[in-house]
């Protein structure tokens, strides 16, 4: 597909996703022992079956966290009963002739901000989130298409038969976004479906096979494969990150 004048201008732009300078100073070695804190704080209240709105206020307060470091332990940490939850439903091994339900703008902009150099959250259950704050707004960066294209060449290799991206209809440029999808995806060995649609959550808690990090889906979805995790440690390999997961130790 040709691209168009603008498309061209975005498509050569480098930008990297997600990336803010002061984060090698609030997630770097000096920070680690406050965070780790911080976040084991969290789990105990979150266990103690306390809302993790009201929990991550009150112990972003009590170590002075920055808004930056406060997203990232309400990333990164879970509850002890949540983990099991999701560990439970995870497909570790996707079977050949599988269907497979993704959380476009989740998955994507998680690929973007590995392949963009930025930091990125190990999360206690096992995921990879990202720190980027879509807000309603998203434009497709020179990053979007290997990100893509690496969806696909995790999906092929897995033998999958069909893949149907679900995209959030009220974010800007989810239409171009599905273009570029099915342009990308079309020469690949499985089928491509994209959905423009406005309740992505709420029609991927009810489906298996689901591709996300979101933690509401992650708890109510029938099944999920955790495809970025796999993507990054294949494909990627080093990648800026904090490491919640070590709290699970």
């Given amino acids: ?17 997600g990336y803010l300078p002061k984060d090698q100073k609030e997630f770097g070695n000096e920070s680690v022992e406050t965070l780790c804190k911080a976040g084991k704080d969290l789990q105990y209240l979150l266990n103690q079956g306390y809302p993790i709105k009201g929990a ?12 930056r470091q406060r997203l990232a332990i309400v990333r990164g940490v879970s509850s002890e009963e949540s983990i099991k939850i999701r560990n439970a439903k ?16 989740n998955t994507i902009i998680t690929l ?22 879509l807000r309603g707004t998203y434009r497709l960066i020179d990053k979007t298409d290997e990100a893509i294209v690496l969806i ?11 893949a149907v991206f679900y995209l959030d209809a009220p974010v800007s440029n989810s239409g171009r976004l599905k273009q570029r999808i099915a342009d990308l995806l079309k020469e690949f060995g499985f089928e491509v479906q994209v959905e423009v649609i ?5 029609v991927l808690e009810k489906l298996d096979h689901v591709i996300t990090s979101d933690a509401i889906i992650l708890n109510k979805c029938m099944s999920w494969i955790n495809l970025n995790r796999r993507i990054m440690e294949e494909f990627i390999g080093e990648y800026p990150y904090f490491d919640f997961s070590q709290l699970n130790t």
């Fill in 198 to 202: 406005h309740n992505v959550d709420t």
């Fill in 56 to 67: 991550s206020v009150f112990v972003g307060n009590h170590y002075l966290l920055s808004e």
């Fill in 90 to 105: 995870e497909i570790k091994d996707i079977p050949p002739g599988s269907i497979v339900n993704i959380d476009g703008f």
């Fill in 1 to 17: 597909m040709l691209l168009g004048i603008e498309d061209e201008t975005i498509m050569s732009t480098i930008v990297k996703r």
């Fill in 152 to 162: 696909g060449r995790m999906l092929e290799k897995h033998k999958t038969a069909k």
């Fill in 112 to 133: 973007e901000v590995a392949l963009s150099d930025s930091l990125l959250l190990k999360c206690m259950d096992g995921t990879i989130r990202d720190l980027a704050t």
